[in-house]
């Protein structure tokens, strides 16, 4: 993994961040190794690994892409992935999960929409039971991948409001009658595309549904306890390779007569920061393991997320300041 972060990841970072997409060399590499969807048992093209192994993946990508798209795209992939292998249905499973484990479609999720992403609860994007499935109607926004999905094919799984009650949770191909599709023009992690998805009655065949009908939500939630740990682990080998940027710098630059890292106050400051992201990378492992042993265990994963995650951004600062000239 560090050899494959190395040699086709960093060389390639920048290029990812200007052209806005991650070259197709990239993903067929990821195909290559069974990164892609890694979770996804083998019966359907995954390597049916674990969540640790999982995890110390997307640190080694998230330290070799620091723009982050490669590690969004790999995280979105394996948490969801998982989701269709443990929640879809047989016929959905064949038909999706080999595509996305070649990289030849993506899996991405839409949950949030134009008037939230938060309080999920309250989502306004519905859908019907219809003669050959269902009919969704709506908007979501801020996903992450929808152009991606046009290119490659592939869709989102979309939690929506079943009109008859509950919440359903449904694989939606981007491709087909009644969607439209728009990219945003953000700042940063440009590799991966950021839009939206209109949905104008758009057909879903009924085999595309996870778990029990009127049961979407709890399924949601599930995958966002697995996506969690993959997030604050990608975020972590970003911090690291921060890090050791900042540490090369200081042996090399000299001030006063000898180079910045024998000044005590800095020296200092680093102890503190690798002491954090040591602690915080292990706990990311139990959390980890914890996915693996009782994948319920929500409220340890979430809290850790939190932390994790809050701490490599904050973690990424004095190392990034300390590179800057
Ligand atoms: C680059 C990018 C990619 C994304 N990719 C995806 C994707 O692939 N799929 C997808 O579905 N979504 C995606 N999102 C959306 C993301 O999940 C939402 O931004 C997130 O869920 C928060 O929703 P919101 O932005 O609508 O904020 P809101 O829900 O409107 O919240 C606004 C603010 O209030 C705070 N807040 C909310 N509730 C509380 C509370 N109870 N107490 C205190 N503060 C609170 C929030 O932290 C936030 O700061 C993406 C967003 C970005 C920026």
């Excluded at 290029?15 to 359907?44: K, N, Q, Y």
């Amino acid at each position: 993994m560090r050899r494959f972060g190395d040699r086709v990841l960093r060389p390639n970072e920048r290029r990812i961040d200007s052209e806005g997409r991650i070259p197709d060399e990239v993903l067929r590499g990821m195909a290559d190794l069974g990164l892609l969807a890694m979770p996804v048992s083998t019966d359907f093209g995954g390597l049916g690994a674990s969540s640790v192994l999982t995890e110390l993946a997307a640190e080694e990508i998230g330290r070799g892409d620091f723009s982050m798209a490669t590690a969004v795209f790999f995280l979105l992939e394996a948490g969801w992935g998982f989701i269709l292998d443990r929640h879809g249905t047989p016929e959905a499973k064949r038909e999706i999960l080999p595509e996305v484990c070649a990289g030849r479609a993506f899996l991405g999720i839409a949950t949030t929409e134009p008037t939230g992403g938060s309080d999920l609860a309250r989502l306004r994007t519905t859908s019907t039971r219809s003669a050959e499935g269902f009919t969704v109607r709506g908007e979501k926004a801020f996903l992450s991948g929808v152009e991606e999905a046009q290119r490659l094919g592939g869709g989102h799984l979309t939690l929506t409001r079943a009109t008859e009650g509950g919440f359903r949770f449904l694989y939606v191909p981007t491709r087909g009658p009644g969607r439209t599709t728009q990219r945003f023009s953000n700042m940063g992690r440009m590799g991966i595309s950021t839009g939206a998805i209109h949905y104008d009655d758009a057909p879903v065949p009924s085999r595309y549904l996870l778990g029990a009908d009127g049961r979407g939500f709890e399924v949601a939630m599930e995958g966002f306890t697995v996506a969690r740990t993959f997030v604050s682990a990608a975020c972590i080998g970003a911090a690291e390779r921060a890090l050791e940027t900042g540490m090369a710098y200081l042996k090399q630059r000299e001030v006063f007569g000898q180079p910045l890292g024998k000044f005590e106050a800095i020296q200092f400051e680093l102890v503190d920061l690798w002491t954090q992201v040591e602690a915080i990378k292990w706990q990311c492992r139990r959390a980890a393991w914890l996915t693996d042993r009782y994948l319920r265990s929500g409220s340890a994963t979430q809290r850790s997320e939190v932390q994790r995650t809050v701490a490599a951004v904050k973690l990424t600062r004095p190392a990034t300041r300390l590179r800057v000239r």
